[in-house]
């Protein structure tokens, strides 16, 4: 099938990226979108019986990570934003957590690329101090594992007919992330960069 070949692209580039986000203030955004993709992945019945398991295990994840990041001591914006975040978790978990139906899922999508951002914001403010060296890259990597759950998100929400402002620019954005980190002397990423040279024709099947 069409759907599932090329939610295992996706799967696949964001695993290897995520992996060089250990930090849990990098983690939040992509989180945010992975829920959302499980929950479609679910409703549509898409690699059903592990989206099934997988969804909880990245709300817990989720909620472990935010507890995480603000119990560390922060500066006042730092600590506004993820106030700001926590009150937006409160609600994107409780949609997560609905059945997963298309009406469900939508309102889902309607609030992750909000939350995406807040935490993705998040992440900029612990991190990217300098905005250079290995805290950049990291930055890069995490955002690029984000923007590759929300090809996949995107995808499944169009094959439900519902439609988000970002899905024109989902593709080329992961694209110009993974580019930004080619040059750097990182193995892992440029392997995900090399793999997403050669497998990107997959991703024919969304446009």
């Known amino acids: 099938m069409r759907a599932p070949r090329a939610l295992i692209v996706t799967a696949l580039l964001a695993a290897s990226l995520a992996a060089s986000a250990q930090d849990p203030a990098m983690r939040l955004e992509a989180l945010t979108e992975r829920i959302a993709k499980l929950h479609a992945q679910v409703g549509q019945g898409v690699l059903a019986e592990r989206s099934k398991r997988a969804l909880p295990e990245a709300v817990r994840e989720f909620d472990g990570a935010l507890r995480e990041v603000k119990a560390r001591p922060a500066g006042p914006e730092v600590q506004d934003n993820y106030l700001l975040l926590g009150l937006l978790w409160t609600e994107y978990r409780a949609w997560a957590l609905k059945p997963a139906t298309r009406d469900n899922?939508?309102?889902?999508?309607?609030?992750?690329?909000?939350?995406?951002?807040?935490?993705?914001?998040?992440?900029?403010?612990?991190?990217?101090?300098?905005?250079?060296?290995?805290?950049?890259?990291?930055?890069?990597?995490?955002?690029?594992?984000?923007?590759?759950?929300?090809?996949?998100?995107?995808?499944?929400?169009?094959r439900w007919e519902v439609k988000a402002e970002s899905s024109e620019r989902a593709a080329p954005a992961?694209?110009?992330?993974?580019?930004?980190?080619?040059?750097?002397?990182?193995?892992?990423?440029?392997?995900?960069?090399?793999?997403?040279?050669?497998?990107?024709g997959s991703f024919k099947d969304l446009e």
């Open 105 to 158: 899922a939508k309102k889902l999508a309607e609030r992750a690329e909000e939350v995406a951002w807040v935490a993705g914001k998040g992440a900029r403010l612990v991190h990217g101090t300098g905005r250079k060296g290995t805290g950049l890259l990291a930055l890069e990597a995490a955002h690029a594992a984000t923007l590759s759950q929300r090809l996949a998100r995107l995808y499944l929400m169009r």
């Open 174 to 200: 992961v694209e110009t992330a993974l580019k930004k980190i080619t040059n750097e002397e990182f193995k892992d990423l440029r392997a995900a960069n090399d793999w997403w040279r050669k497998n990107k």
